[in-house]
């Protein structure tokens, strides 16, 4: 894919995540284990009140904001996707918070200065991105000595991503380009960070999972309703067997929701 390909894409993808469906489907943080896998994330890397902290695909801010509150830090979240952008300025200014700042960007060509940073995270968005590798290079550019990364992702056995799943719908859930377990291990490695924690939340898939089963009725309302755009009308037919799909693979661990924790040498 040359650059122009690339923007369209990310485009495409902060389109998918701004839609009314992914609101409707994963609410405002578009992340298994929602703001409590959040804050656990903020503790595995020892967010200390007055640090600096950058979320990467910060998407609607929800993480940001939570993190600024809880930590008492600064936070400063790129995006790419300008409608979540402003979605997230308009929740700092309505809950009047002064720690969490947003910019759209691409967090893959990071608009951050360099060293600045005690920590930096990115939840289910690693998985997306074009180039990681050069992705987790910067990252550990805009790290301190000391400072950490802390990542969550969608984990997938290589060679498992189903048929049915390949196009729009595994993108919307982060699985078409997403790693397994040593891959993301083996990322944060290779890009010059120490991995100081591993750790398997993939019971907060089968989480969701409960929750679209019971929003099944309240999809059905929407899609008679709001006449969705092309592609997403497809993906709430297929629904139901997909999440059985998806339990299954969760269960035969294809399929997973992981933390990982890496730390650049001191
Ligand atoms: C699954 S959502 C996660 C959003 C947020 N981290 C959360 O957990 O609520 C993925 C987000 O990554 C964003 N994204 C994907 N590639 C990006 C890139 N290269 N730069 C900035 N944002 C990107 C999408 O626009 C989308 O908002």
Request: charged share 20%; aromatic share 6%; hydrophobic share 40%.
């Amino acid at each position: 894919m040359n650059l122009t390909e690339q923007a369209a894409a990310k485009a495409c993808c902060a389109d998918l995540y701004q839609s009314d469906l992914a609101r409707l489907v994963f609410g405002d943080t578009l992340h298994p284990g929602g703001l409590g896998l959040t804050n656990r994330l903020g503790r595995l890397m020892a967010i200390h009140p007055g640090d600096w902290v950058a979320d990467l695909a910060s998407g609607r801010g929800s993480s940001a904001l939570a993190m600024s509150r809880v930590f008492h830090c600064n936070v400063i979240g790129v995006e790419f996707g300008a409608t979540a952008v402003t979605q997230a300025r308009d929740s700092a200014l309505e809950s009047n918070a002064s720690g969490a700042c947003f910019v759209r960007g691409d967090a893959e060509y990071i608009p951050l200065r360099a060293g600045r940073f005690d920590a930096v995270f990115s939840e289910c968005s690693i998985s997306l991105f074009s180039d990681k590798p050069a992705a987790v290079r910067q990252i550990a550019d805009l790290l301190r000595p000391g400072g950490r990364f802390g990542l969550s992702d969608v984990a997938l056995a290589t060679g498992s991503l189903p048929s049915e799943l390949d196009g729009t719908l595994g993108q919307l859930l982060c699985m078409t380009n997403a790693l397994d377990v040593p891959g993301y291990q083996e990322l944060l490695q290779d890009g010059g960070l120490d991995l100081v924690h591993s750790e398997d939340a993939s019971g907060e898939i089968i989480k969701i999972l409960d929750d679209v089963e019971n929003k099944m009725g309240a999809l059905r309302a929407w899609q008679s309703l709001a006449r969705p755009p092309d592609g997403q009308d497809e993906m709430l037919d297929k629904a139901p067997l997909l999440v059985s799909r998806l339990r299954q693979m969760v269960q035969d661990g294809e399929l997973g929701y992981w933390l990982f924790v890496g730390q650049k040498p001191g």
